[in-house]
Nanobody, 116 residues
């Protein structure tokens, strides 16, 4: 069983920044892939960004150039730096990870609200 705990959400004005963190209960070095997803009210959960074991990254078109995914293996923590936030970025953000078992593990989510 892997526990993932997100933190860093909150309310910010348009144009502002937030950094989300995802702390894992196990080594993220062995994770095949980890990612950030988000779900707005009434919408499906969508991939925001992902990072593979080889540190290859992938971003949704809507966040390219504004969001950066990274990880600190020593701290077993993944991050999502979000800059130039827009109201349409408002959602619950979830941390996801997949290890050798092939199972997906999810955090409980953290709310991000972009509003003036």
């Amino acid at each position: 069983q892997v526990l993932l705990v997100e933190s860093g959400g909150g309310k910010v004005q348009p144009g502002g920044s937030l950094r989300l963190s995802c702390a894992a209960s196990t080594s993220i070095f062995s994770a095949n892939v980890m990612g950030w997803y988000r779900q707005a009210p009434g919408k499906e959960r969508d991939l925001v960004a992902s990072i593979t074991a080889a540190a290859n990254t992938n971003y949704a078109d809507s966040v390219k150039g504004r969001f950066t995914i990274s990880r600190d293996i020593a701290k077993n923590t993944m991050y999502l730096q979000m800059n130039s936030l827009k109201p349409e970025d408002t959602a619950v953000y979830y941390c996801q990870g997949r290890w050798a078992s092939g199972l997906d593990y999810w955090g409980r989510g953290t709310q991000v609200t972009v509003s003036s």
